[in-house]
């Protein structure tokens, strides 16, 4: 620790690597069942010492330094799953909004899965479904009855899912070239 | 990330820390902060008047060493709870001697008194206020003793918000000696005791909010 400090990036890195596999076993200890919580916990240990590195005091056992760090970081995560266990519903929403990763993700997986679609029917699923239009609107700006809209809209979904569930087993159970059966 | 890569990464960005880097970080903002309470003390109240023949009396300089001997004790709790794990007790035991030994002064003046200036020498003629600008005193003082603990880690962020109060409350209690012109040790023991133990108090509340990390 004293190399690290003084900026040997080797030293510090071997040390790194060691200080994890015992901040592993301490927090998979505590934890229990909960293993990706223990990962997330030794990598913002990890972080935090870096972050924090400055208040090892050279003449103090270094595992003792390491621990009370550890300590601290396993209080919080008690303190942060407690809370998410007590926030009201109506609150909720605020929690959700902070993560901006998931639903940029989900829009991503929407995408993709549209795009397997004939086009036409993704744009129509994307209008009434994503885009909030009634099937009456979304008809008129393509040239299609509402109930041909409501139809390709159902098919659509219906092939969707489909899809999600056959993705890894069967691959594409087509279901294309629909969009031609205009049923009133 | 997996942990190995965040390793990596960790040890790809790091810089030296220089030796007593806890210690300059507290000293260089306190001295900023000290700075702001002088100016506000200047502003605000002035300088007592009589403070040249003030300086040949003993209490003078007896509320500088009690004043500075409460932020020197501060100080040294500050950076004992600014590590993992520190508990600040011997910093906080000082601070406690300190205020014991004027205490005991206190108290050979208050009974070696005649009974009729007793009063007097516990309540001067400021004893409302005293705390109070003790406390307005610290208050850049004690930003300055909580930012520095931000850089640090507390474990306790409760007590190390206390001991940022009891070292600016000290130091703020200092520059407050500048104007006030009380002369009586009881009076010292009590009301700047008690303008130390607000700044304290209002650590605690301000380093449970802002020290976490």
Redesign the interface.
């Known amino acids: 620790m004293l190399d690290?400090?003084?900026?040997?990036?080797?030293a510090?890195?071997s040390l790194?690597?060691e200080l994890?596999r015992n901040l592993r076993a301490y927090y998979a200890r505590r934890l229990g069942s909960a293993a990706e919580d223990c990962?997330d916990l030794?990598?913002d240990t990890?972080?935090?010492m870096?972050r924090?590195?400055?208040?090892?005091?050279p003449n103090?056992p270094l595992t003792?330094?390491v621990?009370?760090?550890a300590?601290?970081r396993l209080i919080?995560h008690y303190r942060r799953s407690r809370l998410r266990q007590t926030v009201p519903l109506e609150d909720a929403g605020a929690l959700f909004a902070a993560d901006e990763a998931e639903p940029a993700m989900a829009k991503r997986d929407v995408a993709h899965l549209l795009n397997a679609l004939p086009t036409a029917r993704a744009a129509l699923i994307r209008k009434t479904k994503i885009e909030g239009m009634t099937a009456a609107e979304a008809g008129e700006s393509v040239g299609l009855s509402e109930g041909a809209v409501k139809v390709n809209v159902h098919r659509g979904l219906k092939s969707l899912a489909a899809k999600v569930q056959a993705q890894a087993t069967t691959g594409e159970t087509a279901n294309t070239a629909d969009l031609g059966d205009k049923t009133p | 990330?997996n942990?190995?890569d965040?390793?990596?990464d960790?040890?790809?960005?790091?810089?030296?820390?220089p030796p007593l880097?806890?210690e300059r970080r507290l000293a260089g903002l306190t001295l900023i902060g000290l700075l702001l309470s002088v100016a506000l003390m200047l502003a605000w109240l002035g300088v007592r008047p009589d403070i040249a023949a003030a300086s040949l009396t003993g209490m003078f300089w007896m509320k500088f060493a009690y004043t500075l001997g409460l932020g020197a004790a501060g100080a040294w709790a500050v950076l004992a709870l600014?590590?993992?794990?520190g508990n600040g007790t011997r910093a906080f035991s000082m601070a406690t001697a300190v205020v014991a030994v004027l205490a005991g002064i206190a108290l050979v003046r208050y009974i070696s008194a005649p009974a009729e200036a007793r009063h007097h020498l516990m309540m001067g003629h400021s004893s409302m206020i005293c705390p109070q600008y003790i406390a307005t005193i610290s208050l850049p003082v004690l930003g300055a003793t909580l930012w520095a603990l931000r850089?640090?880690?507390p474990?306790r962020p409760a007590l190390a918000g206390a001991a940022a109060g009891l070292m600016a409350g000290g130091v703020g209690a200092f520059v407050y000696a500048f104007f006030c012109n009380e002369n009586a040790a009881p009076f010292v023991a009590i009301w700047y005791t008690v303008g130390v133990a607000i700044s304290g108090l209002v650590g605690a509340v301000l380093g449970r909010l802002t020290l976490?990390?």
């Open positions: 690290a400090l003084a900026g040997d990036a080797r510090y890195s790194l690597a994890s990962e030794v990598q990890l972080i935090a870096h924090r590195r400055a208040s090892y005091d103090q003792a330094w621990y009370a760090i300590r601290y919080d | 990330m942990t190995e965040l390793i990596d960790l040890a790809g960005r790091l810089d030296p820390i880097w806890m600014g590590r993992p794990g850089g640090m880690a474990t976490r990390w």
